[in-house]
């Protein structure tokens, strides 16, 4: 009797280990900045009279919100690492306050990027892609989810794995140590 308690006991403390750890994990924030959103500062300096407000990838288009004080011309080239050779895509927009950007860009490697020409001055922009296999950014909650899903997994099979014992139904022999 004191050995299914103890093993009971052994069982349910592992299980609460990975919800412990989960909550020990660090809070994650991510702000997430849609193009639609007007944007005050635009920070980045191309020329005296061209600025970058943003940079996005969405859906295989790189999205671009450019500001300039002037009507420029500027011409936004894809800009990736190849492997092979290929056509890369190029095409002329008027810049006029703020404007946004919309060109398709294929990415190679994971890797995508533009660059932005006035005529004399070529700035490259770095453009994020997310992963495959794995996407977005995780939070706090999500690292106590999986730790509370791992601890209940390993729960529910040593609980099997102990009854079958206990009641006879394993077949294989016992270890004592």
């Given at each position: 009797?004191f ?34 959103e ?43 690492a ?10 002329s927009?008027?810049v ?15 890797r ?24 977005g ?38 270890r004592?140590?």
């Open positions: 009797m050995s299914r308690f103890f093993l009971i006991a052994v069982v349910l403390v592992a299980s609460l280990s990975g919800a412990v750890a989960a909550q020990d994990a660090p809070n994650a924030t991510a702000e997430n900045s849609t193009v639609g007007q944007v005050n500062t635009c920070s980045e300096e191309i020329t005296p009279t061209l600025r970058l407000c943003s940079a996005d990838y969405v859906d295989g288009e790189a999205v671009l919100l450019l500001d300039s004080d002037t009507r420029d011309r500027v011409t936004v080239t894809e800009a990736v190849l492997t092979q050779s290929r056509e890369l895509r190029r095409d927009f008027i006029d306050g703020k404007t946004e950007i919309r060109m398709r860009v294929q990415p190679s490697n994971g995508a990027g533009v660059t932005i020409d006035d005529g004399t001055t070529l700035y490259g922009v770095p453009l994020e892609t997310t992963s495959t296999i794995v996407a950014p995780f939070t706090a909650s999500d690292a106590q989810a999986a730790g509370l899903g791992g601890g209940a997994g390993v729960a529910v099979v040593t609980i099997f794995l102990v009854a079958k014992v206990v009641y006879g139904r394993s077949e294989e022999p016992e004592l140590a």
